[in-house]
């Protein structure tokens, strides 16, 4: 049974810094393409950042700069480094699980998600 778990998110002021991270269980994390999304009140849910199973990037053009995905094979981990928030930034962050060692096709698994939320 596949399971993501997020943590990391919080009540932050504008310029400041956080790290979420989502623990997963139950699949070959190694073997698959990860994914950051969020969603803010009102629109639809974003991806933000994904990492394929290489290691390849991707980053939400207005997130590059200070935005960092990563992944940690050995702690099934992964993570999202954001700094320099701003409150446009606020939504909540869901970790997400792709079948294939890509990130060109919708997920398959979600986490529960994480409140970011960053004040001016």
């Known amino acids: 049974q596949v399971e993501l778990v997020e943590t990391g998110g919080g009540l932050v002021q504008a310029g400041d810094s956080l790290t979420l991270s989502c623990t997963a269980l139950g699949f070959a994390f190694s073997s698959v393409a990860m994914g950051w999304y969020r969603q803010a009140p009102g629109q639809s849910r974003k991806m933000v950042a994904g990492i394929a199973a290489g290691g390849k990037t991707y980053l939400l053009d207005s997130v590059k700069g200070r935005f960092t995905i990563s992944r940690d094979n050995t702690k099934n981990t992964l993570y999202l480094q954001m700094n320099s928030l701003k409150p446009e930034d606020t939504a909540v962050y869901y970790c997400?699980?792709?079948?294939?060692?890509?990130?060109?096709?919708?997920?398959?698994?979600w986490g529960q998600g994480t409140q970011v939320t960053v004040s001016a």
């Open positions: 997400a699980r792709y079948s294939g060692d890509y990130y060109y096709t919708p997920p398959d698994d």
